[in-house]
């Protein structure tokens, strides 16, 4: 399997939220896109292991991708250790991403910080000759970090305005994590699926204003861009 574009994170559900748009856009281009999940999301407070992994597997058709796995590492235990490098490390290696999407350094949820480092270390590690993997090494040729819920000033932003509409039913596959069971609809413990639908809307809108598009999904990447032709360079400055 070679995929170009290959987008990790801790849980089921975080890739939608946070590149889904982005994800499919480089389907619709003809890009063999995967997605890899570090844990099962079994810590979630609504639905099963089980009910997520069929909903992970719905929401990956939605958004056309060629492939999607699970590492399997316990939920709210996602280290950067050296177990966990490796076993991504030949993930990384059986998928020969080009380029990868990992989540940005700093999150309120340590699995989302700490799967930073491990993607980041694990994409290092993959290229190491001498460690005890199968297959050729291979390390990622760029590395983006998906910044959406940070809010930070990302590098640049794709514009999902065509996209949305799919995205958001990828997101809507995740219907046990957002749907109340009858039982729980009186206590009003839920993430209401119109909440949470109105959030997204919100911050896919905020990201593509500032592109001048109605919807985008903003990116990082640590090294600077590299530009031809400072004439067509897009967006308006004033
Ligand atoms: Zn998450």
């Avoid at 993959?126 to 760029?142: M, W």
Wanted: include cysteine; hydrophobic fraction near 40%; charged fraction near 25%.
């Amino acid at each position: 399997m070679k995929l170009d574009l290959l987008a990790i994170a801790a849980h089921p559900d975080d890739v939608e939220l946070t590149c889904g748009g982005t994800l499919l856009k480089m389907a619709n281009k003809g890009y063999r896109t995967g997605i890899l999940d570090l844990t099962a999301g079994e810590m979630g407070t609504r639905g099963t292991p089980e009910t997520r992994a069929k909903e992970a597997a719905l929401a990956a058709k939605i958004l056309k991708a060629s492939w999607r796995g699970n590492l399997g590492i316990p939920d709210s235990d996602v280290q950067p250790s050296r177990p966990n490098k490796m076993r991504l490390a030949q993930m990384i290696r059986d998928l020969c991403p080009h380029t990868v999407i990992i989540p940005y350094w700093d999150a309120r949820h340590p699995d989302h910080y700490h799967a930073s480092t491990l993607c980041y270390e694990a994409c290092f590690l993959a290229g190491l000759k001498q460690l005890p993997l199968t297959g050729e090494p291979h390390r990622p040729f760029k590395i983006l970090y998906a910044t959406s819920f940070e809010g930070m000033p990302p590098t640049f932003i794709v514009d999902i305005t065509r996209e949305y509409a799919q995205r958001r039913k990828a997101i809507l596959a995740y219907g046990s994590q957002f749907r109340p069971a009858k039982s729980e609809r009186k206590q009003r413990v839920f993430l209401a699926i119109d909440e949470l639908d109105h959030r997204m809307d919100l911050l896919a809108r905020h990201h593509g204003q500032l592109i001048n598009v109605k919807y985008g999904e903003p990116f990082l990447q640590k090294e600077p861009m590299a530009v031809d032709d400072v004439v067509a360079l897009a967006v308006r400055s004033i």
